[in-house]
């Protein structure tokens, strides 16, 4: 069952994809991740350069990752979120403008909040890596 089959909503998606990030995040599971990734991007030619908005890995992924966002926004560690992140964009390049683009106000909010949460000089600086990483 491939995410561009009908037989999943686009919500239902959505909630798997949101909850398989974050357990492979959480456990290291590699094996579940990637399967994940086999799932999500299969259907993907490596060679398009930006894949179309409407593609069901995209439509999935954005409202995902925004979902994690809002999960960990309340967390005294906001590395999990970045991570995952990461995780998600260096697996597969081609996704990272069409996400990014719809991504980075929240993205930008996050970072801002959790910035100003963080008060041990070393949370600060391991945050500030995770989201230098994150644009590399």
Known sequence: MPITSDINSIEENVMLVESVLIRTQARRDFAF???LILWLYQHIEEEEARPDPSNPTIVTL???IKNIFHKFQSED???P???ILTNTFNEFQAITNPVLSQ????L???IKN???KLDNQQQLQKFNTGCNNLFD
């Open 62 to 64: 954005i409202p995902a």
């Open 81 to 83: 979120a970045i991570n």
């Open 103 to 106: 991504i980075a106000i929240d």
């Open 108 to 110: 930008i909010i996050f």
């Open 77 to 79: 560690s906001a590395n």
């Open 114 to 116: 959790q910035k100003r």
């Open 33 to 35: 991740q990637k399967k």
